[in-house]
């Protein structure tokens, strides 16, 4: 059975970091592209970033570039997003999902809220 | 603003059939055969209902099928029933716009 944990979300000041994870497991991790989608509270889905199988392609959403950086362990069969910078429009339930661009497992997600 | 269109709400009785469409443009939707729908309970994480279009993961109701034509895609529920009650999304690949895709705002669809 496919399962994707995510973890790592909590309270955050503005301009502070948090590193999200995601622990994924009953699948070949390391042949899937890999992704995180947020939904801020009572909105819809935005993808965030992906990642290539062997971590050599990453891409990100405008609104991130530069703050996020999303990073992989295959032999862990782990998914990270770190996350910098944050702003209070960060605020989100923030999902790990297997695949770049068509999402066919997702995480219950871990909720980042950003407020002083 | 969503990079593609939904409208915000669609309902049906039980036993009908639903349509919600999807509009984007030539580069997202009219350009890539890969237009996927997914739903969303409340609280719940969402769940892929159709790739590709109008193929469906293993698991999912053929009642559940989706189209394209032009710019604008659809997913139609026929047969309605109680647990399709739910928030559907429609994405698209977009290219080098949005290598991880482009979401539409979702649509509340209600079982009357």
């Known amino acids: 059975e496919v399962q994707l944990v995510d973890s790592g979300g909590g309270l955050v000041q503005p301009g502070g970091s948090l590193r999200l994870s995601c622990a994924a497991s009953?699948?070949?991790?390391?042949?899937?592209?890999m992704s995180w989608v947020r939904q801020a509270p009572g909105k819809g889905l935005e993808w965030v970033a992906n990642i290539k199988q062997d971590g050599s392609e990453k891409y990100y959403v405008d609104s991130v570039k530069g703050r996020f950086t999303i990073s992989r362990d295959n032999a862990k069969n782990s998914l990270f997003l770190q996350m910098n910078s944050l702003r209070a429009e960060d605020t989100a339930v923030y999902y790990c999902?297997?695949?770049?661009?068509?999402?066919?497992?997702w995480g219950q997600g871990t909720l980042v809220t950003v407020s002083s | 603003q969503s990079a593609l269109t939904q409208p915000p709400s669609a309902s049906g009785s039980p036993g009908q059939s639903v349509t919600i469409s999807c509009t984007g443009t030539?580069?997202?939707?009219?350009?890539?055969?890969?237009v996927s729908w997914y739903q969303q309970h409340p609280g719940k994480a969402p769940k892929l209902m159709i790739y590709?279009?109008?193929k469906r993961p293993s698991g999912v109701p053929e009642r559940f099928s989706g189209s394209k034509s032009g710019n604008t895609a659809s997913l139609t529920v026929s047969g309605l029933q109680a647990e399709d009650e739910a928030d559907y999304y429609c994405?698209?690949?977009?290219?080098?716009?949005?290598?991880?895709?482009?979401f539409g705002g979702g649509t509340k669809l209600t079982v009357l």
């Open positions: 590709e279009v109008s």
């Open positions: 009953g699948f070949s991790f390391s042949t899937f592209w």
């Open positions: 999902a297997r695949g770049g661009y068509n999402f066919g497992y």
């Open positions: 994405s698209s690949y977009a290219g080098s716009n949005s290598f991880g895709g482009v």
């Open positions: 030539s580069s997202d939707v009219g350009g890539y055969n890969y």
